[in-house]
């Protein structure tokens, strides 16, 4: 059974960091390049950033997250990474992590992690 648990969001200042952690089972994690996406508020699913299975190419949505964000990824944990910084009040969702949507999800999803920006 596939299981995907997010963890690490919290409440924090504009301007501050946060680091989202993803741990997997029930799949063959390394042969999968894995991506975080978030939903925002009354929002859908928005893409945030996706590597390729060894974590060596690495993929954002925007250019401003690119410089903010990095996402990261231990095989040998199973556990896939994004470490935020410099977070903004637009950054709130609730963070998901999954396989790449370029070749599919996978059918299962967690729960999510909250993270809210707010002064």
Do not use: H
Request: net charge neutral; with cysteine.
């Amino acid at each position: 059974e596939v299981q995907l648990v997010e963890s690490g969001g919290g409440l924090v200042q504009p301007g501050g960091s946060l680091r989202l952690s993803c741990a997997a089972s029930g799949f063959t994690f390394a042969d999968y390049a894995m991506s975080w996406v978030r939903q925002a508020p009354g929002k859908g699913l928005e893409w945030v950033s996706s590597c390729n299975w060894n974590g060596r190419s690495t993929y954002y949505a925007v250019a401003s997250m690119k410089g903010r964000f990095t996402i990261s990824r231990d095989n040998a944990k199973n556990t896939l990474y994004l470490q935020m910084d410099s977070l903004k009040p637009e950054d709130t969702a609730v963070y998901y992590c999954n396989a790449d949507p370029l070749y599919g999800f996978l059918e299962s999803w967690g729960q999510g992690t909250q993270v809210t920006v707010t002064s």
